[in-house]
């Protein structure tokens, strides 16, 4: 099973952007479906942003116009660019392969990396 790595989190004010990078430490993206998920503080875990192998994007409606997924097949990497940010947009950013199709259920992702901690400053 492939391990992620997560990076590009830190401290910003509301306003402010931040580029998330996620890359395998060992393996490759493969053509699945790879995804975005965070968990604020106290909350559960929820999906942000997924997109597929040929490039199609799927977004939580509190992110869509402020944050775009995107991959780099031949770098073998996700990248996670976001704009606008809000102190509710504040967690533990975390990502995860999916299936060859696109599912927003946490159930069918799998490889989750440690995550990455983004806090946003009002």
């Known amino acids: 099973q492939v391990q992620l790595v997560e990076s590009g989190g830190g401290l910003v004010q509301a306003g402010g952007s931040l580029r998330l990078s996620c890359a395998p430490s060992?393996?490759?993206?493969?053509?699945?479906?790879m995804g975005w998920f965070r968990q604020p503080p106290g909350k559960e875990r929820e999906f942000v942003a997924a997109?597929?192998?040929?490039?199609?994007?799927y977004y939580a409606d509190s992110v869509k116009g402020r944050f775009t997924i995107s991959r780099d097949n031949a770098k073998n990497t996700v990248y996670l660019q976001m704009n606008s940010l809000k102190p509710e947009d504040t967690g533990v950013y975390s990502c995860a392969r999916g299936r060859p199709w696109y599912s927003p259920k946490e159930d069918d992702f799998s490889s989750w990396g440690q995550g990455t901690q983004v806090t946003v400053s009002s």
């Open positions: 060992g393996g490759t993206l493969g053509t699945y479906v």
């Open positions: 997109i597929s192998w040929g490039g199609r994007t």
